[in-house]
């Protein structure tokens, strides 16, 4: 059987504040350590003359690509996280509009009370107004 989460205001502020914030913070601080190694287009990884040592060169462009396809990951991973951190945020200011948009007055909790109907209770017997009865 599978656990099921209520989903609350205090849940998607701590979700958004204490998970998925933190956690993008952090791999957009890791992307920005790597960009300036190889975030760019052309990666030189230097492991040796390739044109005295062809196996210099094979391993550099493989390290090259790997290191290309790592970047294109981790940036797509921070779009991700930062569209998962708005739409937590859109739902919080949901649930706060749908907090302060729920008034209940006096007429309809009697309502709710009883049953949608709007009398103030209900009527059993003989309604006439002779007072003999």
Same mark, same amino acid.
């Given at each position: 059987?599978?656990?099921?989460?209520?989903?609350?205001?205090?849940?998607?502020?701590?979700? +958004?504040?204490?998970? /998925?914030?933190?956690?993008?913070?952090?791999?957009?601080?890791?992307?920005?350590?790597?960009?300036?190694?190889?975030?760019?287009?052309?990666?030189?990884?230097?492991?040796?003359? +390739?044109?005295?040592?062809?196996?210099?060169?094979?391993?550099?462009?493989?390290?090259?690509?790997?290191?290309?396809?790592?970047?294109?990951? /981790?940036?797509?991973?921070?779009?991700?996280?930062?569209?998962?951190?708005?739409? /937590?945020?859109?739902?919080?200011?949901?649930?706060?509009?749908?907090?302060?948009?729920?008034?209940?007055?006096?007429?309809?909790?009697?309502?709710?009370?009883?049953?949608?109907?709007?009398?103030? +209770?209900?009527?059993?017997?003989?309604?006439?107004?002779?007072?003999?009865?």
């Amino acid at each position: 059987m599978s656990e099921k989460t209520k989903v609350t205001k205090g849940y998607l502020q701590n979700l +958004g504040s204490q998970r /998925i914030g933190p956690m993008q913070q952090a791999v957009s601080e890791k992307k920005s350590d790597s960009a300036e190694h190889y975030g760019k287009e052309s990666i030189n990884v230097p492991f040796g003359n +390739g044109d005295l040592m062809g196996s210099a060169a094979v391993l550099a462009a493989e390290v090259s690509g790997v290191l290309t396809k790592f970047h294109a990951e /981790i940036t797509r991973l921070e779009e991700r996280l930062l569209v998962m951190h708005s739409g /937590i945020q859109d739902s919080d200011l949901f649930f706060e509009k749908l907090e302060s948009d729920a008034e209940l007055d006096a007429s309809k909790v009697n309502t709710i009370m009883n049953n949608g109907s709007t009398t103030g +209770g209900s009527t059993t017997g003989d309604t006439t107004t002779d007072p003999t009865k």
